[in-house]
């Protein structure tokens, strides 16, 4: 028995190395795959072949490997606008490429700025003597923008377009948190700090209704600039006036009313698509019906490279909601980006520090940490310079506050200069079920802010005093950063959103410019005429950029069709998201209020301006949970 024994050790100690070894095999191999850098690929004389099949971003959202198996592994495509640009401008340029091809039917979407930068950069071929071609099924507004700037738009025969304008349904909760009896207690400084009325009210303030109103309608008025300048021949009048009249006088027949209104140039399906291209630089007689000489975007990326001349500038992205802690990419986590700042500070190697800015803010505490590392950059006699992406308010202005120079769009959103805090109560929705509080108070403040047994007036009166330090504060960096006074700074904040124009001339922006010449301007006050961009990364994420790099090769398949990835193709499916985002924001709403945030710097009216990313996977379900408590039957 003692030999048995000691041979069953034995056996075990041999299967527990194997184990080891085989661990130590799995995760050496994935360590040198995720190290490992895209291969250039083979650039195919013919189309550089475009498929945008997920959102253009200002940055990628880390990717999770639990979400990732959750999901059966698969995750949403994600592009961004840097990689683009880069990309077509060297098409226009390049002797291999012939045409660029956009494929727009499962397009996730991207900001108005986005929109604008990637248009110009394909104006930049089409003046290269280089056709563009761009299908779709149905064009949204998005579409229609990056579509404008084909010199062929096609749609689908069961397509067509349907062009909305900006704005839409905002949610008030006010007589829900009543019949719930649910108080929300709310702190803030700024007359259009609106932030706060879905809370407080049924409807938008008028203040709120006019901030909003000359906001959308700048918007609005850039769109039509940007789709008419690209496109004299469209008619959006036409398709925006009466578009039942419209659809009618082409027989109800949606594909055949977008041409008749200047908005597509011809009908036809995908097959019909390629033969097109095919004509223009040759066919792929190995890749099937409609198949055309082609690079795809990865493989194009791959053979250009990263430059690497001159002297480096540092760039890092405020993109996404501006959160506490290390979160991101894809939230702006703010001991994250002030680490990144301030390891770049410290290691001497770069000429300049430029920040692209595209978040509509969020914790107070966390765009103070940002800000503070940006100012540390600055300290050190180097330049600093903002660039404004499509939004850049409220927390997302308070980190640009150190900047020597700031650089927006026309269509960008800034300013939402004002804090507030939200704290819910549940002393009363208690009540309704039997539940009484009781207590022991030794101070004013002894069991305060007690959200079970409501807030008495002392932790009211302190917490409004720090909001209004915290906007006080926030007015001053502003007056500092604009030199301006504390006093001409108020009368422009209180909360209040502008237009990128307008907040040109209001002084908020020095001027109009998109991220390539805010590099030049931090390079030329820098002293050096070579420079090139470092993209501020954290290099413990490596998991994400693999994974990205492996969808991005994807594109490189034709035949691959992920039906999990594709957006509504249609009007009916366009309903369907629609309703979708309509349930998201009303649970990021929800979830805003009763989340236990702390003071922010943040603009609610600006969500519906974010370009649509995936949500992580712990803010889902902490969403989720709050819609279950709230809606769910009660016992």
């Not at 075990?12 to 040198?32: P, T």
């Not at 901030?211 to 690209?230: P, R, S």
């Not at 301007?521 to 693999?546: I, N, Q």
């Amino acid at each position: 028995m003692k030999f048995a024994r000691t041979v069953w050790k034995i056996l075990v100690a041999i299967k527990d190395g194997l184990v080891l070894v085989l661990l130590l095999l799995f995760f050496g191999g994935l360590s040198v795959a995720l190290s490992m850098k895209p291969m250039a690929g083979h650039v195919r004389e013919g189309a550089l072949a475009i498929t945008l099949d997920g959102p253009i971003v200002e940055e990628r959202a880390k990717v999770e490997a639990s979400a990732l198996l959750l999901s059966g592994g698969k995750t949403r495509h994600q592009y961004l606008e840097r990689d683009l640009v880069r990309a077509i401008e060297a098409a226009a340029g390049d002797g291999r490429i012939r045409a660029v091809t956009l494929d727009l039917e499962d397009f996730g979407g991207g900001s108005q700025v986005t929109l604008t930068r990637i248009g110009a950069a394909l104006d930049k071929v089409r003046h290269a003597g280089k056709p563009v071609l761009a299908r779709a099924v149905l064009y949204d507004d998005a579409t229609l923008q990056l579509a404008a700037h084909a010199s062929e738009i096609w749609v689908d025969p069961l397509g067509g377009v349907m062009v909305r304008g900006p704005g839409g349904t905002a949610l008030f909760y006010h007589d829900l948190l009543d019949r719930l009896k649910i108080r929300a207690h709310v702190f803030k400084v700024g007359t259009y700090k609106s932030a706060v009325e879905p809370y407080v009210r049924q409807n938008f303030s008028p203040e709120a209704k006019e901030a909003e109103n000359a906001v959308y309608g700048a918007l609005w008025h850039d769109w039509q600039d940007d789709v008419k300048a690209a496109r004299p021949r469209a008619n959006i009048a036409l398709a925006t006036g009466d578009p039942v009249k419209w659809l009618a006088a082409s027989g109800n027949d949606a594909a055949k009313a977008a041409v008749a209104a200047g908005l597509a140039d011809r009908i036809g399906d995908k097959v019909a698509f390629g033969k097109r291209v095919s004509e223009l630089v040759g066919a792929d007689k190995d890749g099937g019906i409609g198949a055309y000489k082609a690079t795809h975007l990865g493989t194009y990326l791959a053979d250009l490279g990263t430059p690497k001349a001159g002297k480096a500038i540092a760039v890092v992205t405020v993109a996404g909601e501006i959160v506490d802690g290390t979160a991101g990419p894809g939230a702006a986590g703010g001991d994250r980006i002030a680490g990144l700042i301030d390891k770049a500070t410290a290691s001497g190697d770069y000429s300049a520090l430029v920040v692209r800015v595209d978040s509509p803010g969020g914790s107070v505490l966390a765009a103070e940490r940002i800000r503070s590392a940006i100012a540390r950059f600055k300290a050190t006699g180097l330049p600093v310079a903002v660039s404004m992406g499509n939004l850049a308010a409220s927390g997302g202005y308070w980190v640009s506050t150190p900047a020597d120079r700031i650089f927006a769009e026309p269509a960008t959103i800034t300013g939402s200069i004002g804090i507030f805090a939200i704290i819910p109560s549940f002393e009363d929705a208690l009540g309704r079920f039997g539940i009484g509080t009781d207590g022991v108070r030794t101070t004013a403040l002894s069991g305060q802010p007690d959200v079970l047994g409501g807030l008495n007036p002392t932790v009211e009166g302190v917490i409004q005093s720090e909001i209004e330090v915290g906007y006080h504060r926030f007015v001053g960096l502003v007056a500092a950063s604009r030199h301006k006074t504390p006093e001409a700074v108020d009368k422009i904040a209180q909360g209040r959103v502008w237009d990128g124009g307008t907040a040109r001339q209001l002084g908020l922006v020095d001027e109009f410019g998109d991220l390539d010449q805010a590099l030049a301007w931090a390079a030329h006050r820098a002293g050096t005429a070579k420079w090139h961009p470092v993209y501020l990364e954290d290099s413990s994420d490596t998991f994400s950029g693999f994974v990205q790099s492996v969808l991005n090769d994807d594109d490189d398949d034709d035949s691959a069709d992920d039906s999990s990835h594709a957006s509504g193709r249609d009007l009916i499916g366009r309903v369907t998201l629609a309703r979708s985002a309509l349930a998201g924001q009303l649970a990021g709403d929800l979830e805003r209020l009763l989340g236990g945030h702390g003071a922010q710097a943040y603009c609610l009216e600006c969500a519906g301006l974010v370009t649509p990313t995936t949500p992580a996977p712990d803010t889902a379900a902490t969403r989720a949970t709050w819609l279950a408590v709230l809606f769910g039957p009660a016992h």
